[in-house]
Nanobody, 115 residues
Framework: VQLQASGGGLVQPGGSLKLSCTAS????????MGWYCQAPGKQRELVAR???????TYADSLEGRVTISRGNNKNTITLQMGGLGPDDAGVYYC??????????WGQGTQVTVSS
């Protein structure tokens, strides 16, 4: 399984972010995909997740600022986040989980919030 992420980079305070992730390879049995963020010196934390059935889960602290969606082919997810602040900066990782319990990670994409 390969997870290819796009988006990220430098975002101005108060600006918005759009990240996409496409899964390829043997993704049979995928049950959910999501995004996690790892800020400097902190653990990797859930931002948002979406199941193949369309059920979404968001970090409590981000509720209302973030939306995750899934493409028609179910292999691509998109994260949109608004009102970014310094606490939103970090490396964002795409994640895929399978029905067998396997977990896959993308290479990570850096998000910097700065004017």
């Amino acid at each position: 399984v390969q997870l290819q992420a796009s988006g990220g980079g430098l975002v101005q305070p108060g600006g918005s972010l759009k990240l996409s992730c496409t899964a390829s390879g043997n993704i049979f049995g995928s049950v959910s995909m999501g995004w996690y963020c790892q800020a400097p010196g902190k653990q990797r934390e859930l931002v948002a997740r979406i199941t193949t059935g369309g059920k979404t889960t968001y970090a409590d602290s981000l509720e209302g600022r973030v939306t995750i969606s899934r493409g028609n082919n179910k292999n691509t997810i998109t994260l949109q986040m608004g009102g970014l602040g310094p606490d939103d900066a970090g490396v964002y990782y795409c994640n895929l989980r399978t029905i067998r319990g396997d977990t896959y990670w993308g290479q990570g994409t850096q998000v910097t919030v700065s004017s």
